[in-house]
C-alpha cells in the first residue's frame, strides 16, 4: 500500500464514503484513474483535540499497524483512504482496533458508484409539497 502525503489528497477523501468506529473514522474515495486502478492508498491523521504529540503519534501508530497486518485483506486497488484517529484508540485493545477496521473498510466499499463510494452521506428523500399535486381538492 501507498501513502497519502497531500492535503489536496486527504480533502478529496473527505468527500467519500465514511464509517465511523469507536477508535477511529475511515474515509474513503475511488480514484478516476482509468485502466490501472493502482495500489490502495492509505493517509493517517489525528486532531490536536485528542491530546498531546506522544498520545496522538501513539494512535497513529496503532492505526498503520492494524491497516499494515489487517487492512490489505479488504483494501481495494484504485481506492484512497483517510483513517482519523480517535482518543478511544488507544484504549480499546489491539484486536477490537483491527476487527473495527477491517468492518469498516467492508462498510464503505458497499456502495460501489463511480466517483466514490457513498457509504453514509446520502441526500434526504424529496418532500413532496403542495404545488407537486396538479388537482386543487386532491385526488380525482
Same mark, same amino acid.
Given at each position: 500500500?501507498? $501513502?497519502?502525503? !497531500?492535503?489536496? =489528497?486527504?480533502?478529496? &477523501? &473527505? !468527500?467519500?464514503? $465514511?464509517?465511523?468506529?469507536?477508535?477511529?473514522?475511515?474515509?474513503? /474515495?475511488?480514484?478516476?484513474?482509468?485502466?490501472?486502478?493502482?495500489? *490502495?492508498?492509505?493517509?493517517?491523521?489525528?486532531?490536536? !483535540? @485528542? #491530546?498531546?504529540? %506522544?498520545?496522538?503519534?501513539?494512535?497513529?501508530?496503532? /492505526?498503520?499497524? &492494524?491497516?499494515?497486518?489487517? #487492512? &490489505? =485483506?479488504?483494501?481495494?486497488?484504485?481506492?484512497?483512504?483517510?483513517?482519523?484517529?480517535?482518543?478511544?484508540?488507544?484504549? /480499546?485493545?489491539?484486536?477490537? /482496533?483491527?476487527?473495527?477496521?477491517?468492518?469498516?473498510?467492508?462498510? @464503505?466499499?458497499?456502495?460501489?458508484? *463511480?466517483?466514490?463510494?457513498?457509504?453514509?452521506?446520502? !441526500? %434526504?428523500?424529496?418532500?413532496? #409539497? %403542495?404545488?407537486?399535486?396538479?388537482? *386543487?381538492?386532491?385526488?380525482?
Amino acid at each position: 500500500m501507498d $501513502r497519502l502525503l !497531500k492535503r489536496a =489528497e486527504f480533502l478529496a &477523501a &473527505a !468527500k467519500g464514503a $465514511r464509517s465511523a468506529r469507536r477508535g477511529f473514522v475511515v474515509q474513503a /474515495l475511488l480514484r478516476p484513474d482509468g485502466d490501472d486502478p493502482g495500489p *490502495p492508498r492509505v493517509g493517517f491523521t489525528v486532531t490536536k !483535540k @485528542v #491530546g498531546n504529540a %506522544p498520545e496522538r503519534n501513539r494512535i497513529r501508530r496503532r /492505526l498503520r499497524e &492494524a491497516m499494515r497486518l489487517h #487492512g &490489505a =485483506e479488504v483494501a481495494r486497488p484504485g481506492t484512497d483512504y483517510v483513517l482519523v484517529g480517535r482518543r478511544e484508540a488507544l484504549g /480499546l485493545a489491539f484486536a477490537d /482496533l483491527a476487527a473495527d477496521l477491517r468492518g469498516a473498510l467492508k462498510q @464503505v466499499h458497499r456502495d460501489p458508484r *463511480p466517483g466514490g463510494p457513498a457509504g453514509g452521506r446520502r !441526500k %434526504p428523500p424529496a418532500v413532496s #409539497g %403542495p404545488s407537486d399535486d396538479p388537482s *386543487p381538492g386532491g385526488t380525482r
